[in-house]
């Protein structure tokens, strides 16, 4: 209690803190798909596309979860929740085995499955961190002259006069004794009765680099091969972004080594299916990995659409402008190469895309072509089928040797069938009907380079509910790990989440993510006419339309219900919204004893939680009585229900789309609080 002042003066009264109030959100994503590295099955919150890149790596052209996660950031997401797809029992991490200074090994293996980590190199440099003459002393006692950068645990390298050196942990030392005492017998190591000073000892550490495409990306230093010591490889590995690192039993010191090459990873795509993505009993694995996430709103699976290459052609490089003083064509140039794979060996029917023509390496490797640079440059695209993409804007200066282009196997994961993609849109549609918490964007399963129109609306007539969406066409989106302009096609949903999002953030889900301008999209696949796009909208598909000036923008906000009350999104967002805020507001409530004054008590806070949400545009109605009631009275909880410590309550609403009711009715028991839409 606060002693009122009773002398004239400036005093500081110290107020109670206001208990905040809770909030709930509904624009945080769920995204799933294919991504060069990172966790398998393990849900990583991120809050920047530059987090997607440092736990998942690039967004490679032969998934779409990346470019589906930068689109959602891009446009207005600030958090997502993304999980990483693939079989377990098929994806393996790229390794190594270095040379240990006795007779164990070291494991160097990249820090998650995939072939990404065949890219890497790792370097062992041996470091001396401190080294001194010393004497035996006792049983397992050495007598040094001096004890600079020795500490407790470090590995010791002992080496007596013409013998072999041995290494030891270093388990205690007197400073001002002066001594070494090491985990065993000098005996054990040959070292008992050497002379006085004829035993070198030295703290022994190293340093591992890693190598990737040529550059250095990841560096430990002052590693420790003694496991209590605090700088332990393998502990200090663990955080690591790229490698971890594991001894062998025996293993003691690792020797210094060039750098050397991983290999043997591999992403476990081929054989990925529906239980993959959904997960199941005893099976914690896609969808089911976020299922009792209480954070997430939105959901997206972008990857169950096949990558479409055909439309990812480099955009001529832009020349500049001659004007009538210089008429001269560039001179040609000859471009010549070899295409070989990772390990050197010749790749033959690989197709070369050079400006105006195209050509096939030969049965070597090799392909020649004469070409005419635009503004002293020539794009160069080689493709061949299991292989990576290489895609280069080389100078005429670069084109006066052979180029030698190398190509990386690569995995993909299989073309799903529509029987595998229905399944694992279904089940999201149905995770998001058992929580009432989150919305699935569902994308169109055609092929983009096609206007399958009947295709589209009969996929829509598939499902039934109003905890999904569906959206066509597919949108273009400028590749950002390519030389050149390069666009590709992909499924919108990634992007439109970002749009829900932003959307919530500042407007709310009571209102549509529809008519607003997807940032990074250069295109749609398909444009429709006013007609066509008329006949989709009535089926419940949500159109992206290109509009000439205005960008690509969503022109639908239709669930796929076919009842008339939950055909918009808006409204299904806002009753989940409702429902999520009702249960935090009357959490305190579930206690209480159940009599008159409880129930006055819930009508007015339903009443003052549903009058906010009139009150910033959520609902119709030009008053209170016309946007909402609240019943929580004799007539909603009868005698029966209170003797059996039940309290029920009604909220009925008016979205202002489609301006008619909606009810919710509330039952609270002893312990519960439960929901059932009217």
Not at 44 to 60: H, I, K, P, T, Y
Request: aromatic content about 6%; overall charge negative.
């Amino acid at each position: 209690m606060t002693t009122r002042p009773t002398t004239p003066g400036v005093f500081w009264a110290p107020s109670r803190p206001q208990a905040s109030r809770p909030q709930v959100r509904s624009d945080v994503a769920a995204l799933l798909g294919f991504a060069e590295r990172g966790p398998l099955h393990e849900p990583v919150r991120l809050q920047s596309w530059r987090e997607f890149e440092s736990v998942f790596g690039r967004a490679v052209p032969r998934y779409h979860l990346g470019r589906a996660v930068r689109g959602f950031f891009a446009n207005g997401g600030r958090v997502c929740w993304v999980v990483r797809i693939a079989a377990p029992e098929a994806a393996l991490a790229a390794s190594v085995k270095l040379a240990d200074a006795e007779a164990g090994s070291w494991s160097v293996r990249a820090s998650s499955p995939g072939i990404w980590g065949d890219e890497l190199r790792v370097e062992v440099t041996e470091k001396v961190a401190g080294a001194t003459l010393a004497s035996p002393w006792g049983a397992n006692t050495l007598q040094a002259e001096a004890l600079a950068g020795f500490e407790a645990h470090a590995r010791l390298r002992l080496q007596a006069e013409g013998a072999q050196p041995v290494y030891s942990e270093l388990v205690g030392l007197d400073a001002l004794g002066g001594t070494l005492q090491i985990a065993e017998p000098l005996a054990d190591h040959g070292l008992a009765g050497q002379p006085a000073g004829s035993i070198s000892v030295e703290v022994v550490e190293f340093e591992l680099t890693v190598w990737r495409d040529d550059a250095v990306v990841e560096r430990l230093d002052r590693l420790s091969s003694s496991k209590a010591h605090p700088r332990y490889a393998a502990e200090v590995a663990r955080e690591a972004e790229y490698v971890r690192i594991e001894p062998s039993a025996g293993a003691v010191h690792p020797l210094s080594s060039s750098p050397v090459a991983l290999g043997g990873g591999a992403d476990g795509l081929a054989q990925v299916a529906v239980e993959h993505f959904v997960g199941g009993a005893g099976l914690s694995w896609g969808l089911s990995t976020v299922a009792a996430n209480q954070e997430i709103g939105l959901l997206a699976c972008p990857d169950l659409m096949p990558v479409v290459e055909e439309m990812a052609m480099p955009a001529p490089i832009a020349g500049r402008s001659y004007d009538c003083s210089d008429l001269d064509a560039p001179a040609p140039v000859e471009v010549d190469g070899v295409v070989v794979d990772a390990g050197g060996e010749a790749l033959a029917g690989a197709t070369v895309h050079l400006p105006g023509v195209s050509v096939e390496s030969a049965a070597d490797g090799g392909f020649r072509q004469t070409v005419n640079p635009v503004d002293g440059k020539v794009g160069v695209r080689v493709g061949l089928d299991g292989y990576t993409t290489y895609e280069a804007t080389l100078s005429v200066a670069e084109l006066g040797q052979t180029i030698v282009v190398e190509l990386r196997r690569k995995e993909r994961a299989p073309r799903f069938s529509a029987r595998v993609i229905f399944s694992v849109q279904q089940a999201m549609v149905e995770q998001c009907e058992r929580r009432r918490d989150r919305f699935a964007i569902l994308d169109a399963p055609v092929d983009p380079l096609r206007r399958d129109l009947r295709a589209v609306r009969d996929w829509r007539l598939r499902f039934d509910s109003a905890f999904g969406a569906l959206y066509y066409p597919w949108i273009s989106v400028p590749d950002s790990q390519a030389s050149g302009a390069v666009v590709r096609p992909m499924p919108p949903s990634g992007h439109i989440a970002g749009a829900f999002a932003a959307t919530d953030l500042t407007e709310g889900p009571h209102h549509a993510a529809a008519n607003l301008a997807l940032r990074g999209v250069r295109g749609v696949s398909a444009q429709l006419e006013d007609e066509l796009h008329g006949v989709l909208n009535e089926a419940g598909v949500n159109v992206l339309a290109a509009l000439p000036g205005r960008g690509v923008r969503p022109l639908g906000a239709r669930t796929l219900s076919s009842q008339t009350a939950w055909q918009f999104i808006p409204v299904r967002r806002l009753v989940n919204q409702l429902r999520e805020e009702i249960e935090v507001a009357l959490s305190w409530a579930v206690f209480e004893p159940n009599d008159p004054t409880l129930a006055l008590l819930v009508r007015a806070s339903l009443t003052a939680l549903v009058d906010r949400h009139w009150r910033r545009g959520a609902l119709a109605g030009q008053t209170a009585e016309e946007a909402y009631r609240v019943v929580c009275d004799q007539t909603t909880t009868t005698e029966q229900d209170r003797a059996n410590g039940r309290l029920v309550a009604e909220v009925w609403v008016a979205p202002a789309v489609p301006l008619e009711f909606i009810g919710l009715r509330l039952g609270m028991t002893t312990d519960t609080l439960s929901f059932e839409e009217v």
